[in-house]
């Protein structure tokens, strides 16, 4: 079975401040996971995606996260907040076999960003 | 590449009635998801079709059904509105499992 958890539901940084939005997962099968960004009456934007290549993903707009196996996190950082990135994170495991797989969403981490 | 597309953006019924939504994936995405994202309810899983199949279902009643076309493209389908029905629904296709989804700006669908 595979679940996620978002620690967070709302994070709040003052602009140019770094920015880190928490994220564990369980999975019976080695998974692939994303994280995904929502801004008001949108869909979801992919930032980034772990598909079991290198453990540091670089994503757009400067996001990062690192797959840690050991801690089953994958948490997602930015250096330097800016106003833009106030919205709504998801994280998302993906895992299964051909006739199991699933997407599992996290509830979402609401981003504030103060000036 | 045109991303996912979906319509009507916003679609206004009454209670009892029937709501027709649809979705175009990306070019190449043979499988396509529906998503319900209600008020303070997050992302609820609906519909998985992948070639013209359903591959799996969420934990909705089945008055949520749907289908996938030869060319991809997708409709869902709600019968017998109510009122928790009201909210934005999503669709996002990927290229096979195990990719990530991508995403349209969804269809806002009010219960009046």
């Known amino acids: 079975a595979q679940s996620v958890t978002q620690l967070d539901s709302h994070v709040s940084v003052s602009e140019g401040t770094p920015v880190l939005l928490r994220c564990n997962y369980s999975?019976?099968?080695?998974?692939?996971l994303f994280w995904y960004v929502q801004h008001p009456n949108k869909g979801l934007q992919l930032l980034l995606k772990?598909?079991?290549?290198?453990?540091l993903v670089k994503g757009i707009n400067g996001f990062e996260a690192e797959f840690k196996k050991s801690e089953t996190s994958f948490h997602l950082t930015k250096p330097s907040a800016h106003m833009s990135d106030a919205a709504e994170y998801f994280c998302?495991?993906?895992?299964?076999?051909?006739?199991?797989?699933?997407?599992?969403f996290g509830t979402g981490t609401r981003l504030k960003v103060l000036a | 590449e045109a991303g996912v597309t979906q319509s009507p953006t916003h679609l206004i019924k009454t209670r009892g009635q029937q709501a027709t939504l649809r979705c175009s994936p990306i070019?190449?995405?043979?499988?396509v998801y529906w998503y319900q994202q209600a008020l303070g309810l997050g992302l609820q899983f609906l519909l998985w079709?992948?070639?013209?199949?359903?591959?799996n279902r969420g934990n909705f009643p089945p008055r949520f059904s749907g289908r996938q076309f030869p060319n991809y493209s997708s409709e869902l389908n709600v019968n017998a509105l109510e009122l928790e029905d009201s909210a934005l629904y999503l669709c996002?296709?990927?290229?096979?499992?195990?990719?990530?989804?991508?995403f349209g700006d969804g269809t806002r669908l009010s219960i009046l």
């Open positions: 996002a296709s990927s290229p096979q499992t195990g990719q990530p989804q991508h």
């Open positions: 999975s019976s099968y080695s998974p692939s």
């Open positions: 772990y598909t079991s290549a290198a453990t």
């Open positions: 998302v495991v993906s895992a299964g076999t051909s006739g199991t797989y699933k997407y599992i």
């Open positions: 070019s190449g995405h043979t499988s």
């Open positions: 079709y992948d070639e013209g199949e359903e591959r």
